[in-house]
């Protein structure tokens, strides 16, 4: 059931035009970095940027695209795939054949999940290989990367799976586009208050805190983002204000997966009471 | 092994207000046994062979497939479903569907289906894109999927939806090789020609309602009528009395008991009127569609 389910995300238009997108990205990425001048990139003190600093610069600016282009993804995908096979029929054929609604959930939602983390490591494992290529640099953890790559997508995927069911396609991609971009939005907010201490004492950082415990859409993302990130580098600073700033504790890496998890649950029981 | 296929006992539906199937809806069918589920649109056919398969659940009572519950998946072994709607993938060929189908229910083979296509008359589209294929195709195809090999017990939801009156003697064709090969056979199809033809038992669905449930034979009436079939009919009634009425070339001879067949039958005989057959004038299954659903008595 998960082989069909995958054979059906891959056979789809939307993932030949990321694909072709994902390529022209690349392309262009390694034009730019291959033509960028080092020297002329200055830190706040005026100091020349290291090889460091550039892949830093880099790998930010470009995670930013990246992150969009994967998040989109993981919806679009994410948001189709029960509705599709329900509105289509197959749904019913599949349940009438002799596996559990435990296996047709889980078979049918985890195949969107894989193909975006799959896209998720193709693009950012070549915008980091590209740009140790032309700026060497040496990660902060690339187990920490990769193991937050699913976790990150895990909580987008559970999330528009559940209210795909709840609310339909169109209406799920939606909540889950706005909801993102509040909860990002706020984390934003979250780790520009590492570097800005007198934000701690505001209220607006406690509401942002809350959302991004509520709605840890982000928070993956930027395990991704500071494993990927040069281990020293004087712009580091500078790029708080970019939402990449200090350090994330383990649990906040854990934490998006569990709540994915508990979604999942949440999901498979609507499921299991559907009429299919 | 239980002899019962399906077993239904009380159970009842509800679509937010709606009713779909009330309360004691009690059914059983045997193994072996080909059933049409009957009743006009809305009358809650297709939510009793869903509640079976357990895609629609409940609101209460009981149902068994293979002695299993329909939650369990050990039940639908062997069960095929053909839905009223199914859009198939457009990239897909017929044998790609075939085989993503048998990753899950492993019990064919592919030159089953081969075979089962080739009857169908759709052997030959076995490679081509299902999006490049008509309706007709398709729904050829889809049959093709759920009724190849030898199934135990098939659900068909109006199999011969969109198709041309030679697809559907060859729909018709395939139900009744399933039939006679041992497989039950649940039919749910508004053209009642065809249902006659394949199907030995009825079940008629009213509003929700189980209203008969019986072989075909003994649901259909005498009509109190005999027909006669004779290219002199004039002839043959003044001979009779002048009572019948002649239609074409055959005599409708009013009976009154079913029972004074074989006595008039040996009149007609004496009559030296030629004639070439002799029937008790029963109803048809659209005679007793609408007797039963739409209440009529009266239906020639």
């Not at chain 2, 394949?198 to 005498?222: E, M, N, P, T, Y």
Request: charged share 20%.
């Amino acid at each position: 059931m998960f082989l069909n389910a995958l054979e059906h995300m891959t056979r789809r238009k939307l993932l030949l035009i990321v694909g072709i997108l994902s390529l022209c990205y690349l392309l262009l990425f390694w034009r730019g970095i291959a033509s960028a001048d080092p020297q002329s990139l200055r830190t706040e003190s005026g100091v020349p940027a290291s090889n460091a600093d550039m892949a830093f610069a880099a790998l930010s600016i470009a995670g930013s695209m990246l992150s969009v282009m994967v998040w989109g993804l993981t919806i679009i995908l994410g948001a189709s795939i029960l509705p599709d096979e329900m509105d289509a029929g197959r749904m019913s054929i599949w349940a009438a054949l002799p596996q559990s609604r435990f296996k047709i959930y889980a078979s049918t939602t985890l195949a969107p999940l894989l193909v975006s983390v799959i896209v998720g490591y193709i693009l950012f494992g070549f915008t980091a290989l590209i740009t140790s290529f032309y700026a060497p640099f040496t990660p902060n953890s690339i187990p920490l990367a990769v193991i937050s790559m699913p976790i990150w997508l895990s909580a987008t995927w559970a999330f528009v799976i559940l209210f795909s069911m709840i609310v339909g396609k169109i209406p799920a991609m939606l909540i889950t586009f706005i909801l993102e971009g509040f909860a990002v939005g706020m984390g934003n907010m979250v780790e520009l208050a590492k570097g800005v201490p007198e934000l701690h004492e505001s209220t607006f950082y406690t509401v942002a805190r809350i959302v991004t415990f509520i709605l840890p859409f982000e928070r993956g993302y930027r395990s991704v983002q500071m494993g990927l990130l040069p281990k020293a580098s004087l712009l580091e600073e500078a790029l708080a204000f970019l939402g990449f700033g200090g350090d994330i504790p383990m649990w906040e890496v854990i934490y998006p997966l569990v709540w994915a998890s508990i979604l999942f649950f949440i999901g498979y029981r609507i499921f299991l009471r559907k009429d299919l | 092994m239980t002899n019962k296929a399906i077993s239904v006992e009380g159970i009842s539906k509800r679509f937010g207000k709606t009713k779909a199937l009330t309360e004691n809806f009690n059914i059983e069918v045997s193994r072996g046994q080909s059933l049409a589920i009957l009743g006009a649109n809305g009358a809650g056919k297709t939510t009793l062979m869903r509640a079976i398969l357990g895609l629609t659940i409940p609101d209460s009572g009981t149902i068994r497939l293979n002695g299993l519950s329909p939650i369990d998946p050990n039940s639908r072994a062997g069960v095929r479903f053909l839905p009223e709607r199914i859009s198939f993938p457009k990239w897909a060929t017929p044998l790609q569907m075939y085989r993503q189908f048998e990753r899950v229910r492993h019990e064919g083979r592919e030159i089953d289906f081969i075979h089962t296509a080739e009857g169908l008359a759709c052997g030959d589209l076995l490679n081509r894109k299902l999006g490049k294929m008509s309706k007709g195709q398709r729904q050829r195809v889809a049959v093709a999927l759920m009724t190849c090999g030898t199934p135990k017990t098939v659900f068909l939801d109006e199999p011969s939806s969109g198709l041309d009156p030679a697809g559907r003697m060859l729909v018709r064709s395939t139900v009744a090789e399933l039939v006679n090969q041992g497989s039950t056979v649940v039919l749910n199809s508004h053209l009642l020609g065809e249902v006659e033809k394949v199907c030995d038992w009825a079940a008629f669905i009213h509003k929700g309602a189980l209203v008969a449930h019986d072989r075909l034979q003994d649901l259909s009436r005498f009509k109190g009528s005999v027909l006669i079939e004779t290219p002199h009919p004039d002839q043959m009634n003044s001979f009779l009395g002048g009572s019948g009425r002649v239609k074409g070339s055959s005599l409708v001879y009013p009976l009154a008991e079913e029972i004074g067949f074989s006595a008039l039958t040996e009149q007609i005989a004496a009559s030296g009127v030629e004639f070439t057959g002799i029937q008790l004038h029963k109803e048809s299954l659209e005679d007793i569609f609408m007797r039963i659903i739409e209440g009529e008595t009266d239906v020639s």
